[in-house]
């Protein structure tokens, strides 16, 4: 069974940290990305990585800020996210597909989708 289980999602006040995890289990991703959807907002791809190069990818909302990693022995991919702004506040998904077929920002690449932790932030 292919799943996707999020956790480590809370509240922080501004300029604080979370770590997300996403653990995969029931399959064996070539791209695993981070989103996530703020109420009355479009969904935004957050960060992504190549589980078999290291390769990664983030939105400039969040280059410097957050850092995504794998531990392949956990088969866990967490996203590291520091000095948070309000503006982060969301509901933050992870995602996953065994193909690259597109780009990492479009959610239309991934086919298997996790069921979200909320994050917020407060000034």
């Known amino acids: 069974q292919v799943q996707l289980v999020e956790s480590g999602g809370g509240s922080v006040q501004a300029g604080g940290s979370l770590t997300l995890s996403c653990v995969l289990s029931?399959?064996?991703?070539?791209?695993v990305g981070w989103f996530r959807r703020a109420p009355g907002k479009e969904r935004e791809g957050v960060a992504a990585?190549?589980?078999?190069?290291?390769?990664?990818f983030y939105a400039n909302s969040t280059l410097g800020r957050f850092r995504i990693s794998l531990d392949t022995a956990k088969n866990t991919v967490f996203l590291q996210m520091n000095s948070l702004k309000v503006e982060d506040t969301a509901m933050y998904y992870c995602a996953a597909d065994t193909m690259v077929r597109g780009v990492w920002y479009d959610g239309g690449t991934y086919g298997v989708w996790g069921q979200g932790t909320q994050v917020s932030v407060s000034s």
């Open positions: 029931g399959v064996t991703a070539d791209i």
């Open positions: 990585i190549l589980p078999h190069s290291g390769y990664t």
